[in-house]
């Protein structure tokens, strides 16, 4: 049995049917933005292994950073230790963040940096006297991680709540921002925020929500405004706000974080995706000396601590993939991708099959007016020698900041072999 026989019969990948699944591409290596397949065929990658590998791969600085890890400690219990890796990195996350979120939580991945955010929430409300504070407010279309308390504020259609009627915590919902990024507010769009506010403050504990680009909950970019608005109806409801910057962090949208577009400063802050430039999984919840010293009051303690907590190998190379973004020229890359992309899509504007189009920063989104075939449309797109991944009616492009104008205009091109795909 092949390799890919055996993975068909016996791995799943994400979303996918175990008897039914999508096709799939073996890898054989990866350098800077070409991604090798096992036949030998080269393909540019527009996806940076979903938002993270913000640097290329393969990189020899990261690598060297693993390497010299590896070869002092791979990995140590975080109870009771700590290291240089961990206290460099949490170092620079303090300085690269707005005060006053200064204090740290290390843990394995995005979805459980959000467990561990609405936890923090909760216990905060529970250890300052407001036990009843039990709920999050979000917005819709939002995408926040897989694990059960993550799925409760991702958008309840394309989250799939249904399938999970009964587990999960019922959560309050918002409309999503309907103002578009770059535009100013829209008369009444905060309206219903701040009725939920207003109806159910008591048992708000936190509103959640991935600043200005909603990512994998359908690629929508709204307005700083809205943002700096609900920032600011937070305060007035003494209702704390969880930043979501998993994807947005690390300069994707121009700004180191997106909540920077807003001069909004969340309670509770979320990273995850390009910390660790890709090359592992690592989260960090980052929050304010108000939260840690009510949740740490009268004897209290934040009740995670996962395994792999402030993973050696993985906070190493987190550390150097810091100082390789913050080193590197990346405003003017991402100012560039930008320009390009939104040159480069337009033309794809008066496709009978688009609805939109849209750029920021690092992104580049061509939404459709159905549903892409993905295996279909992959395969062209891998035909064509690159790339992408479109999901539901998008097809998108995050690509590495490392990559050329040429390659980039191979994506950009790309995408009408996708939308050929559809005829
Ligand atoms: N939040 C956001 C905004 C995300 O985009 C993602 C991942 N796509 C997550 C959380 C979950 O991160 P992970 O997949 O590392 O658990």
Same mark, same amino acid.
């Given at each position: 049995?092949?390799?890919? @026989?055996?993975? %068909?019969?016996?791995?799943?990948?994400?979303?996918?049917?175990?008897?039914?699944?999508?096709?799939?591409?073996?890898?054989?290596?990866?350098?800077?933005?070409?991604?090798?397949?096992?036949?030998?065929?080269?393909?540019?990658?527009?996806?940076?292994?979903?938002?993270?590998?913000?640097?290329?791969?393969?990189?020899?600085?990261?690598?060297?950073?693993?390497?010299?890890?590896?070869?002092?400690?791979?990995?140590?219990?975080?109870?009771?230790?700590?290291?240089?890796?961990?206290?460099?990195?949490?170092?620079?996350?303090?300085?690269?963040?707005? #005060?006053?979120? @200064?204090?740290?939580?290390?843990?394995?991945?995005?979805?459980?940096?959000?467990?561990?955010?609405?936890?923090?929430?909760?216990?905060?409300?529970?250890?300052?006297?407001?036990?009843?504070?039990?709920?999050?407010?979000?917005?819709?279309?939002?995408?926040?991680?897989?694990?059960?308390?993550?799925?409760?504020?991702?958008?309840?259609?394309?989250?799939?709540?249904?399938?999970?009627?009964?587990?999960?915590?019922?959560?309050?919902?918002?409309?999503?921002?309907?103002?578009?990024? *770059?535009?100013?507010?829209? #008369?009444?769009?905060? @309206?219903?925020?701040?009725?939920?506010?207003?109806?159910?403050?008591?048992?708000? /504990?936190?509103?959640?929500?991935?600043?200005?680009?909603?990512?994998? *909950?359908?690629?929508?970019?709204?307005?700083?405004?809205?943002?700096?608005?609900?920032?600011?109806?937070?305060?007035?409801?003494?209702?704390?706000?969880?930043?979501?910057?998993?994807?947005? *962090? =690390?300069?994707?949208?121009? %700004?180191? =974080?997106?909540?920077?577009?807003?001069?909004?400063?969340?309670?509770?802050?979320?990273?995850?995706? #390009?910390?660790?430039?890709?090359?592992?999984?690592?989260? /960090?919840?980052?929050?304010?000396?108000?939260? &840690?010293?009510?949740?740490?009051? /009268?004897?209290?303690?934040?009740?995670?601590?996962?395994?792999?907590? #402030?993973?050696?190998? &993985?906070?190493?190379?987190?550390?150097?993939?810091?100082?390789?973004?913050?080193?590197?020229?990346?405003?003017?890359?991402?100012?560039?991708?930008?320009?390009?992309?939104?040159?480069?899509?337009?033309?794809?504007?008066?496709?009978?099959?688009?609805?939109?189009?849209?750029?920021?920063?690092?992104?580049?989104?061509?939404?459709?007016?159905?549903?892409?075939?993905?295996?279909?449309?992959?395969?062209?797109?891998?035909?064509?020698?690159?790339?992408?991944?479109? =999901?539901?009616?998008?097809?998108?492009?995050?690509?590495?900041?490392?990559?050329?104008?040429?390659?980039?205009?191979?994506?950009?091109?790309?995408?009408?072999?996708?939308?050929?795909?559809?005829?």
């Amino acid at each position: 049995m092949d390799l890919s @026989d055996f993975d %068909r019969q016996h791995i799943w990948h994400p979303y996918t049917s175990m008897t039914d699944p999508l096709p799939t591409y073996t890898v054989e290596s990866a350098r800077g933005v070409r991604i090798r397949l096992s036949d030998g065929r080269e393909l540019i990658d527009g996806m940076s292994s979903w938002w993270s590998v913000i640097h290329g791969y393969n990189h020899p600085a990261l690598n060297e950073a693993v390497r010299g890890q590896l070869a002092r400690v791979a990995h140590v219990m975080f109870g009771g230790f700590t290291h240089g890796p961990a206290v460099g990195l949490a170092r620079r996350l303090v300085e690269m963040t707005p #005060a006053p979120l @200064d204090r740290v939580f290390f843990s394995d991945s995005g979805s459980v940096a959000v467990e561990v955010a609405i936890k923090m929430a909760l216990q905060y409300w529970s250890a300052t006297g407001r036990p009843g504070r039990r709920r999050l407010l979000t917005i819709r279309g939002g995408y926040h991680g897989d694990t059960l308390g993550a799925m409760s504020v991702c958008d309840p259609v394309s989250g799939m709540h249904s399938l999970f009627t009964g587990a999960l915590p019922r959560q309050l919902f918002a409309p999503r921002p309907r103002t578009r990024f *770059g535009q100013p507010l829209e #008369a009444g769009d905060l @309206d219903q925020l701040e009725q939920l506010l207003d109806q159910h403050q008591e048992e708000i /504990a936190a509103l959640i929500l991935e600043p200005v680009v909603q990512g994998a *909950g359908g690629m929508w970019f709204y307005s700083a405004d809205w943002l700096a608005g609900a920032a600011q109806l937070c305060r007035a409801h003494d209702v704390l706000l969880i930043a979501d910057e998993i994807a947005s *962090g =690390f300069g994707r949208t121009g %700004r180191l =974080f997106a909540c920077e577009h807003a001069g909004a400063v969340p309670d509770i802050l979320c990273l995850g995706k #390009a910390l660790t430039g890709g090359y592992m999984s690592l989260g /960090a919840t980052l929050t304010t000396p108000r939260i &840690a010293e009510g949740i740490s009051g /009268a004897g209290g303690v934040l009740m995670h601590g996962p395994t792999f907590m #402030a993973n050696p190998l &993985a906070t190493a190379v987190a550390e150097r993939s810091m100082d390789l973004l913050l080193e590197s020229p990346w405003q003017s890359r991402v100012r560039a991708l930008q320009s390009q992309m939104e040159l480069e899509l337009a033309r794809y504007r008066d496709h009978p099959l688009v609805a939109d189009v849209r750029v920021l920063g690092g992104i580049g989104v061509v939404e459709t007016t159905r549903t892409v075939p993905v295996a279909r449309a992959q395969r062209a797109l891998v035909e064509a020698g690159i790339w992408l991944r479109p =999901f539901g009616s998008l097809i998108y492009m995050m690509p590495p900041y490392v990559i050329e104008a040429a390659e980039l205009s191979r994506l950009t091109a790309g995408v009408g072999a996708a939308l050929d795909t559809m005829l």
